[in-house]
């Protein structure tokens, strides 16, 4: 809810011409843009890694079961792309602190 609101809020802003930072609005030198990313790439893979697992401990033989394995497994690739690209930016924010 947040990333939703940091998007739609901070390009009004920006647009509007109240919200003016020295970085670019949405791109990787933008602290909160980077940090929301990660954390929601994070937590895409923490959910659909949990979802595979249990979708294996309870069926694996119908195709139901099959599908939600495809696109779980999918979802987590997503994720790991999306942590994968914003760790840069995140750790050199983290140590210019």
């Known amino acids: ?50 979802l595979t697992c249990l979708t294996l401990l309870v069926s694996v033989k119908d195709a139901n079961a099959e599908f939600v394995l495809l696109t779980s497994l999918i979802a987590f690739g997503f994720g790991a792309a999306t942590v994968r690209i914003t760790v840069n930016p995140v750790l050199t924010w983290l140590a210019a602190l």
Do not use: E, K, N, R
């Open 1 to 50: 809810m947040s990333f939703a609101g940091y998007l739609c809020i901070g390009s009004a802003l920006h647009i509007a011409g109240v919200y003016t930072p020295s970085f670019p609005l949405m791109s990787f030198s933008d602290p909160v843009f980077t940090i929301l990313s990660f954390l929601v790439g994070g937590f895409i893979c923490l959910l659909s890694g949990s």
